[in-house]
């Protein structure tokens, strides 16, 4: 069954440093998504993806943050400037051009910010 | 804007049992899909079941079935014949039918499922 790719599975930074999250969706998807998950709490949404450019995006989803879809195949997430409170697990997702397929998530990255 | 409300936090079920978590919504689309998600341990999102707002009957996915009352905006998970397997978080989510739709999640119910 086809998978949502998502590395690294863990990642540790500094605070202040600059990470990139990387995501590889299901080749024929077109929607892409990224996700936040604070430890134990809700999952909640950061941005969506479609035809190349920003489709919406959240109120979290400030200029710390950017996505792209740099080569036809991998979509990142990058997080400038990382602070305590980014710490997470990010999940990307991508889904077919029917919504009622849902989507199909990753495995996520486990961000912590030190 | 839609919401989604899981007013249980934790549920606990015998192995074998059943088990039903509850799920509200509030939306003023009348066209629109609902969904179940697991997470288990692993923090894994998988799709446990979903259903099409204006599809009366309501979904089955082997032990996994809903209870979808729309007039109520209800959707709730029935877990049959509990297996230890199923200890995870549940979430309920709503999409809309648009083309940019995304998904809304509820806060979330931990189940334990005991031997």
């Known amino acids: 069954e086809p998978e949502v790719t998502q590395t690294p599975s863990h990642q540790v930074t500094q605070m202040g440093q600059e990470v990139i999250l990387r995501c590889v969706p299901i080749s024929n998807h077109l929607y892409f998504y990224w996700y936040r998950q604070i430890l134990g709490q809700k999952v909640e949404f950061l941005v969506s993806?479609?035809?190349?450019?920003?489709?919406?995006k959240s109120e979290i989803f400030d200029d710390q943050f950017s996505v792209e879809r740099p080569d036809g195949s991998n979509f990142t997430l990058k997080i400038r400037s990382t602070k305590l409170e980014d710490s997470a697990m990010y999940f990307c997702a991508s889904r077919e051009p029917g919504p009622y397929y849902g989507y199909t998530f990753g495995s996520g990255t486990r961000l912590t910010v030190v | 804007a839609q919401t989604v409300t899981q007013s249980q936090p934790e549920m606990s079920v015998q192995e074998a049992e059943t088990v039903t978590l509850s799920c509200t919504y509030d939306t003023s689309e009348s066209n629109y899909y609902l969904f179940w998600y697991k997470q288990p341990p692993s923090r894994q999102m998988i799709l446990v079941i979903r259903q099409e707002a204006y599809k009366q009957q309501n979904a089955t996915e082997n032990r996994f079935s809903v209870n979808f009352q729309k007039a109520a905006k209800s959707f709730s998970l029935k877990i049959s014949d509990s297996q230890l397997g199923d200890t995870a978080m549940y979430f309920c989510a709503f999409m809309t039918t648009g083309a940019n739709s995304k998904l809304t999640f509820g806060k979330g119910i931990t189940l334990s499922v005991r031997p």
């Open positions: 993806f479609y035809n190349n450019e920003i489709s919406e």
